[in-house]
């Protein structure tokens, strides 16, 4: 993405693959998570919302996966679960 959309180089290696997905809202971005952890192929963790573990059973090895939203969200934050907009 870094090269493709924005023309910078991607700087040092990493161990996971990054995805972007043009999403409209954080709904839209949930449902794409929960339908790839409905395949059995992904695992969430906790502490990373952005990222799954995919795991391929036949040739047995796990990878971070890292979920990048845009679009409709690209300058959004998403509320943390325990932090909700008082309404008044």
């Known amino acids: 993405m870094l090269v493709n959309l924005w023309g910078q180089p991607p700087g040092r290696a990493t161990v996971d693959i990054d995805f972007g997905f043009a999403v409209t809202d954080w709904a839209e971005f949930d449902r794409l998570r929960e339908e790839l952890l409905a395949t059995g192929r992904f695992t969430r963790l906790p502490q990373k ?20 939203p845009f679009r409709g969200v690209a300058s959004e934050r998403k509320p943390s679960p325990g932090r909700r907009k008082a309404t008044s």
């Open 49 to 68: 919302e952005q990222r799954l573990i995919y795991t391929d059973p036949e040739q047995r090895f796990k990878l971070p996966v890292d979920f990048i």
